[in-house]
Nanobody
Framework: VQLQASGGGLVQAGGSLRLSCKAP???????????MGWYRQAPGKQRELVAD???????NYADSVKGRFTISRDNSRKTVSLQMNSLKPDDTAVYYC?????????WGQGTQVTVSS
């Protein structure tokens, strides 16, 4: 299974980016049943959950991004997106897409987000 993340880049503080993660090779029923999420890892720090969304579209956000980031999923396109607004330098990290159900999970390759002050 391959998760393809895109949308990262360099943006000034206060700006916006939209990350997308596609799972073209994942069986549709598996995608629909999995919790989809975004994690990030900044230099020298552990990977942390940014946001995730259940098959029933219940969302969960890290406190640091609440009110600024929005996660969504499009099951018909097997895509999960992360809209990031009001970006801060502390949001700088490599962002990873994740798909999981129980003990089975998959990771994307990561996309770099850099926010300049």
């Amino acid at each position: 299974v391959q998760l393809q993340a895109s949308g990262g880049g360099l943006v000034q503080a206060g700006g916006s980016l939209r990350l997308s993660c596609k799972a073209p090779r994942m069986i549709t029923s598996t995608f629909n049943s999995n919790v989809m999420g975004w994690y990030r890892q900044a230099p020298g720090k552990q990977r942390e959950l940014v946001a995730d969304i259940t098959p029933y579209r219940v969302t969960n956000y890290a406190d640091s991004v609440k009110g600024r980031f929005t996660i969504s999923r499009d099951n018909s396109r097997k895509t999960v997106s992360l809209q990031m607004n009001s970006l801060k330098p502390d949001d700088t990290a490599v962002y990873y897409c994740n798909s999981k159900q129980g003990s089975t999970e998959y990771w994307g390759q990561g996309t770099q987000v850099t926010v300049s002050s």
